[in-house]
């Protein structure tokens, strides 16, 4: 109405007007053209690449769900080994070989953030995890990930080796006795412990309500994730209103916020009053090394920013990743129990050396001295990568890689396959061999070369468990301790066997692009003397 009164008012007659209306309206029309020529253009260079499941029927889709890496090889096959199209459910993503690895591991015109808005649907409600780090974010996000938390996480190694027994002692308990427990649950249950210490402080640690809520949203986000591609896209904004999943993913949030909200805003004031000089030195309350606080640090302007968001983010981040890789390290410990004694000798004669306590005091250097569990750990993660595909990225502008490949602007894309298992590399690529990295890291410096590249928690473009380049995990210091800290006392403290009458553990199978542990396996385990 407004618009019409306004366009009837314009004098018509004013060669001025007339002129700057037109010019308006030319200036209109150009910008839809363009954008419409850019869709064409970026669709025309998209087919230049071959798609390996155009159809995306019933039957694409569950090939995908159960047998990813044989599509994806079947693609490398159709394109002769260079970049291809892949229909995911989400949409049409370009799959590119791992030679491109080095070329765009650096470029910031390539973003994971806008991946998650279209496959994790950043921007719908109860989708909170994949909103709190946008480009308004990213400066925060940044500061608080990787100066903050890199100037204080070996700190955080004493109080967590501290905690390990009695988390432990929650899960399992002390049994003379054989007794079964579920694996993946049994990893969960003292993961999500241990980042809530790290992750929230001493305060939150034994927070039931908090433990339940992060662990139960980090489940249910995926699946409302998976149940909302389900719909058709025009209808997704309505149904994620009404769909049961998603109604308890918002509720989960809102649970969240009540229970953090209220410590983000004393942790701010505080912060506040520090700079401002209005607290005296003996009322300075002790250094606090959480994540609350990795953040609060980063944002010294106050800028607008959802601590809670980014609380159910990291817990997001840690928890099942981290559950994922110990379920695998103890699956593959029990497969292969030669390693048991090599393990519990290095780590013992580590603790004698330093000479830890009963309560195992662990810091930094101890941890850098377990070369061969940082062996062992670093070829289980080879072996059951988080995903066979890694970089998910999209394009913010077009990109031209040195061999000509045209990447048109707001294309989805992954690298794939994960390229850890290349016998090029690896000898013996499908063989698990907990010295591995081991000798190759000894190999490195025995030439006067950087054996570093084999740690666990490094990462190149040929070891990609923790993605690669700019956007690598920036949590792998803190996950690669708190797991050797949790696998070390696992060793120490149990004795560990397949249940009787199983031949072999049963690692699960790939859903999707995502690996994940079978959730249902168990195994045997006692209580053992320690020697220490
Ligand atoms: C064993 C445990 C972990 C594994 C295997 C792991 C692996 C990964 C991988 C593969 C990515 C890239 C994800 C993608 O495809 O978009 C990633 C990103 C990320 N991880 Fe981890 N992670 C672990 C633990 C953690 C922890 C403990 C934290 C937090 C303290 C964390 C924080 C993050 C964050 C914030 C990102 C996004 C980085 C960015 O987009 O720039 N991760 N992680």
Redesign the pocket.
Known sequence: MCTANTLTMIDYQNPTTLALVAGVAIFLVGKVVQYYLGRARAAWILSKYPIVNPEWNASDRERLLNSSQEVILEGLALANGGPFRIEDGSGIKLVLPPKYIDEIKDLPQLS??NYNVKDFFANYPGFDAFRS?NHKTEVIWTRG?KREMAGVWPLAIPPMAKEISSILDKTYGQTDEWKEIGVYNACISVISRI?QLV?LGEDFMNNEEWKRVATSYSVNVFRAAATLHQWNKWLRPIVVWYLPICRQIRAEVKQARAILQPEVVKRVEYRKNERDGAIKDGQRRRRVLD?IDWFVAANPDNKPFDYVGTQI??AL??NQ??SN?LAYVLGDLISHPEYLQPLRDELTAVLRDVKAGPGYEFDKATLHRLVLMDSFMKESMRLHP??NI?M?RQATEDIRLADGTEIPRDTYLFVAPVPMKDPAVFENPDVFDGYRFLRMREQQTSQNQDGGKYHLVSTSSDLV???YGL?V????F??GAY?KLIFAHLLLKYDFQLLHGQNAFNMGKPQGFMTRPDKEQKLMYRSRKSPI
């Open positions: 994971s953030q780090s990930l980042t992750l994540s983010s990291l981040a840690a990743t981290s890789v988080p995903a890694t998910r468990m923790w993605d956007r995990c920036p949590g792998r803190l996950a797991l």
